[in-house]
């Protein structure tokens, strides 16, 4: 049972592998923190570091730092791995932006997806926005449910709230959700 | 009651809707709406069948959208009346004859591209490398397409409706464009983040020049000497000079940059993200405008020219 079932998932990631369907969706979330945006930054800037303000976040492995073509492994705590390659990285202007370059649909129910962090002063706080554009887990014209576009929505919503939520936990000392 | 406040609302859209002559339509997917956008401001958009991907247009000012999802293609005649041709397919890529006589449609997982006539008749099929994207007509009796998953881009003879030979491309060729003065054809890689230039005349790869991250839309200048390309992940426009086969410029837009066309020493950019077309000056290669449009817009097509008054 358990050898099917990685067969199965291995058949899904090769099948799904670097899908790229005609619908992208969008997903965005933002937060306003009560931090100086340069303290945000050092947070949430560090490509290789999200396990530290992630709650979904189990670890990640990284390799080639805040460099273009850096890239980290995050595994999720639900499971699930998630791939990942950074395109650009602007300390100054405190954003990056990166896309996946394995598809996990037990990690996200998705076979493509690129986005973008910002961190903006906001009054005396700063104001973090997570962007991005993504594929459904199964780019044919007949999704099963579980890899449609509101799956995915949904999925994606989620992996960004949930994290927006914790890197404001984390820079104002509140509890982790 | 209803019926007449549907017709009321009908004949609101079609007085609103432009008669057709040279402009500019934007496709939002999320959306469904065409807009026109004249004289660089969107004046009109008018609702259309769902989740519109790709807008192509032919001589005569038709405009064709492909829905991947609806399994049609809907033509917007120049009056502002629709018809929806039904295909059993996943329709994303198009490419139109001049004249609309025929309608090339990708099948984006049926890795084929499909022959239509005016009317929606299939009139031949050709296979295709794995994921057909984006396509473009090439000389008489040539369809190229952009085979994302295969790195490369197909050739297709349009007579025969066959695929007779191929390109090797960058990684997840995604957009296209042909210069036919120089007899060129641009890909946009969007995984390897550049783009192929193909000597069509010769028959072989030129160059691979280093664009920025995630080349989507790519358009060449009348005078064929400068390549736009959208750099999606940059939120900026690579310029290509296209003798130098290399990059002089870049230019900041919207979000998650898509669609380029060129009309009249602009370039305009669909920017999917931010639900706006940036107006580029190709003079001072500054955006100088944003139009706001509906959301989602991701292709852009040219009516070259007012049709005549006799059509």
């Given at each position: 049972m358990i050898r099917t079932l990685a067969t199965l998932a291995l058949f899904l990631s090769a099948g799904t592998a670097l899908a790229h369907g005609p619908t992208p969706q969008k997903v965005a979330g933002t937060v306003t923190i009560k931090a100086k945006p340069d303290a945000v930054w050092k947070v949430v800037g560090d490509f290789g570091g999200i396990a530290a303000w992630h709650?979904?976040?189990?670890k990640a492995e990284a390799t080639?730092?805040?460099?273009?073509g850096a890239t980290r492994k995050v595994t999720l705590k639900a499971g699930g791995t998630l791939v990942e390659g950074l395109d650009e990285w602007k300390g100054p202007e405190r954003t990056y932006s990166y896309r996946m370059s394995d598809p996990d649909l037990t990690a996200l129910p998705v076979s493509s997806y690129s986005a973008t962090l910002t961190v903006t002063p906001d009054g005396d706080g700063s104001r973090v926005e997570w962007m991005g554009r993504f594929y459904r887990g199964?780019?044919?014209?007949?999704?099963?449910e579980t890899l449609s576009d509101e799956a995915g929505r949904a999925a994606m919503n989620r992996y960004v709230g949930d994290g927006l939520k914790g890197l404001k936990a984390k820079l104002e000392g509140g509890p982790t959700p | 009651m209803t019926s007449g406040a549907r017709l009321i609302g009908l004949l609101a859209l079609l007085a609103a809707w432009?008669?057709?002559?040279e402009g500019l339509f934007v496709a939002s997917q999320q959306a469904a709406r065409l807009t026109r956008i004249e004289a660089g401001a969107g004046s009109a958009a008018r609702p259309v069948a769902a989740a519109p991907a790709v807008v192509a247009a032919d001589a005569d000012g038709r405009l064709y959208l492909s829905h991947p999802d609806g399994k049609a293609i809907s033509v917007v005649a120049p009056d502002g009346s629709v018809r929806s041709l039904p295909l059993e397919a996943q329709p994303f890529g198009l490419a139109v004859e001049p004249d609309g006589r025929r309608i090339y449609v990708g099948d984006w997982s049926g890795n084929r591209v499909i022959a239509l006539s005016a009317?929606?008749?299939?009139?031949g099929e050709a296979a295709t490398g794995p994921d057909p994207a984006h396509l473009v007509l090439g000389p008489p009796g040539r369809l190229y397409v952009a085979e994302r998953e295969g790195r490369s881009v197909g050739v297709i003879d349009t007579d025969a409706m066959r695929r007779v030979g191929g390109f090797p491309v960058g990684d997840g060729p995604f957009a296209l464009a042909a210069d036919p003065a120089r007899a060129r054809l641009y890909v946009a890689n969007v995984r390897s983040n550049d783009v192929t230039v193909i000597d069509t005349a010769a028959g072989r790869v030129l160059a691979t020049v280093a664009a920025g991250a995630s080349p989507y839309g790519v358009a060449v200048t009348p005078d064929g000497a400068r390549v736009l390309v959208s750099d999606q992940h940059a939120a900026k426009v690579s310029v290509i000079d296209a003798a130098a086969l290399a990059v002089t410029a870049t230019v900041p837009v919207g979000h998650y940059p898509e669609g380029v066309a060129i009309l009249g020493g602009f370039a305009y950019v669909a920017n999917w993200f931010s639900d706006d077309v940036s107006v580029i000056d190709?003079?001072?290669?500054?955006?100088?405008r944003r139009i706001p449009v509906a959301e989602g817009p991701r292709s852009l097509a040219v009516v070259p020219r007012a049709p005549e008054a006799s059509r």
């Open positions: 709650p979904d976040v189990a080639g730092g805040n460099a273009e199964d780019t044919g014209n007949e999704p099963p | 432009p008669a057709a002559g009317d929606g008749a299939v009139e190709l003079a001072t290669l500054r955006e100088t």
